[in-house]
Every structure is written in C-alpha cells, then in structure tokens.
Nanobody
Framework: QVQLVESGGGLVQPGGSLRLSCVAS????????MGWYRQAPGQERELVAV???????NVTDSVKGRFTIAMDNAKNSVDLEMKDLKPEDTAVYYC??????????????WGQGTQVTVSS
C-alpha cells in the first residue's frame, strides 16, 4: 500500500522559516509529480508548488522568491523550504503525489496535512 508521510510545520513568527517534508512509501511503477497544496480556513485548497517529472517546477506567484521546492527522485520525497513567512501563509499544507501503481493503475495520493501557523 502506498502512502504519504508528512513532517514539519508548526508555529513561527512572521519573517521566520519552516521546512515541510513528504515521503512516499510503498511500491509504485512511476511518479509523475509531487507537490504541496494548502488550504486556509474558509478557502479552497490551492497549489503552492509542484515538481513535475522530477525536474520541472511550478511555484505559485504568491510564494515565489520565498518558497523553494525540491524533490529527491530516488527516495520519492519532496521538501518545501519556506522563508520570510507571512501571516497569510497560515494554512494546512498537504502533500500530493500523482503517479502509477505497481499494478499499472493510476495513482493520486494526498498526505494527512500539516498545520503551518504564522503569528507573532
């Protein structure tokens, strides 16, 4: 069974930094993308950053220059380095994986979510 395990997150003051990590465990035939989404209270879940085909990155405009995403293809893991955090970055952050199961069936997985709170 394939699953995602997230770590990191917590409470940080404005201007501070945090790192989120996500690791996929279990056998898969392929991983097409891994990334991070976030959902603030009362808002829809939105893309933060994603790595596609292990090399191409897509980062949403509101975090460009502050957040960096990096994927370890060998470990099927993805890290989100967050700097200069702002109160508006407060949200539950979710890891997401798209790929193909060992059986060949398509696979979309979400992590359990980790809370990031930016507050003084």
């Amino acid at each position: 069974q394939v699953q995602l395990v997230e770590s990191g997150g917590g409470l940080v003051q404005p201007g501070g930094s945090l790192r989120l990590s996500c690791v996929a465990s279990g056998r898969m035939r392929a991983v097409y993308s891994m990334g991070w989404y976030r959902q603030a209270p009362g808002q829809e879940r939105e893309l933060v950053a994603v790595v596609i085909s292990g090399v191409r990155t897509n980062v949403t405009d509101s975090v460009k220059g502050r957040f960096t995403i990096a994927m370890d293809n060998a470990k099927n893991s993805v890290d989100l380095e967050m700097k200069d955090l702002k109160p508006e970055d407060t949200a539950v952050y979710y890891c997401r994986l798209e790929g193909r199961r060992y059986s060949g069936l398509p696979l979309t997985l979400w992590g359990q979510g980790t809370q990031v709170t930016v507050s003084s």
